[in-house]
């Protein structure tokens, strides 16, 4: 389970402080938080040392909403809005108005080998009948059965004080480690008709109502739904590794963006205006390259190509 609190308020606080955009709608507010909440529990539960990427990118008003999450838990999120987006808009109306919309799960390894590439795995906002799917933490359930073959419930509330998650899996252990510590695998719990114990406790999970999620303690939840089962309770993460707002954006970072527009595009913005202006989406700090920084951008020596001189 992961309750984000002050983090999240964070998240919509910078966004509300951006002149430039204003404050979330709140469906796509609700729709941010639930992809927070769902990626860092994504986070929590593998062992991969790089960021996990949660993205969905939208044919409808929303055109992209992004959660990244590091593996110390620090996490920043954003979402792009063109045009109106009324307090009842659905899922579908948000990002999948023409079943268009996609999911996209990226892993990117902090430590990188030449030519690798991150991982991505990419899922449609629909169901296996092509039905649109209204509830997001559908879409992820749909893509952990589909490229990690797991078995997985997912609840996901949001609102403008929390955002939380509750996350079962069924994970593929083998003799005394699985659910019911009888059988020597998932297939063969199946084949004996015992998945039952999986279907008993997802059933409970998706009985929990948003208003729970987002309202009770975690020891009330897990009482509440599971009190007929043996529980054993982790310690909660405290401290240095509680998931927090982290932004990495970095002025180093933008002029390298910059620098990839070329020298002909820098000197056109440059010409219309007194510097090149950026502003980070997730954090909202706005970065200055005046026409000495900008130029000191392409005569730095660099041994990457193309590392051509400025001219002017
Ligand atoms: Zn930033």
């Known amino acids: 389970?992961?309750?984000?609190t002050d983090a999240w308020q964070e998240v919509l606080q910078r966004r509300a402080n951006n002149t430039q955009t204003g404050a979330y709608?709140?469906?796509v507010s609700d729709l941010l938080g639930q992809m927070s909440a769902a990626a860092v529990l994504m986070q929590a539960n593998i062992k991969f040392n790089g960021a996990l990427v949660l993205q969905v990118f939208g044919d409808g008003p929303v055109k992209l909403s992004v959660v990244e999450v590091q593996p110390d838990f620090g996490f920043r999120a954003t979402a792009t809005v063109q045009g109106e987006v009324s307090p009842q808009l659905s899922?579908?109306?948000?990002?999948n108005q023409n079943n268009e919309g996609r999911c996209a799960i990226t892993l990117d390894p902090l430590e990188r080998l030449p030519g690798q590439q991150p991982y991505q795995g990419v899922v449609p906002l629909f169901d296996d009948h092509k039905e649109k799917i209204e509830n997001f933490s559908e879409v992820l359930e749909h893509y952990m059965l589909q490229s990690e073959q797991l078995d997985?419930?997912?609840v996901l509330a949001a609102n403008s004080q929390v955002?939380?998650?509750?996350?079962?899996?069924r994970l593929p252990m083998e003799g005394e480690g699985n659910l019911a510590g009888r059988y020597d695998s998932v297939e063969r719990e199946?084949?004996?008709g015992r998945d039952e114990d999986y279907k008993r406790i997802s059933i409970l999970s998706k009985s929990l109502k948003p208003e729970e999620l987002l309202g009770l303690d975690v020891n009330?939840?897990?009482?509440r739904l599971f009190w007929e089962e043996p529980l054993?309770?982790?310690e909660p993460r405290l401290g240095e590794s509680v998931p927090r707002f982290h932004c990495s954006c970095s002025r180093e970072r933008v002029g390298r963006m910059i620098k990839g527009l070329g020298v002909e595009e820098a000197e056109s913005i440059l010409s219309e205006r007194e510097s090149i202006e950026v502003g980070c989406e997730f954090c909202g700090k706005q970065y200055h390259f005046d026409p000495v920084d900008a130029a000191s951008l392409f005569t730095q020596t660099d041994i990457s190509p193309p590392a051509g001189p400025a001219v002017h």
């Open 1 to 4: 389970m992961v309750r984000l």
């Open 25 to 27: 709608p709140q469906p």
């Open 91 to 95: 899922l579908s109306q948000m990002v």
């Open 152 to 154: 997985t419930t997912l």
């Open 163 to 169: 955002a939380a998650g509750l996350l079962i899996q």
């Open 190 to 192: 199946s084949a004996l």
């Open 220 to 223: 009330t939840i897990l009482h």
């Open 232 to 234: 054993l309770r982790f």
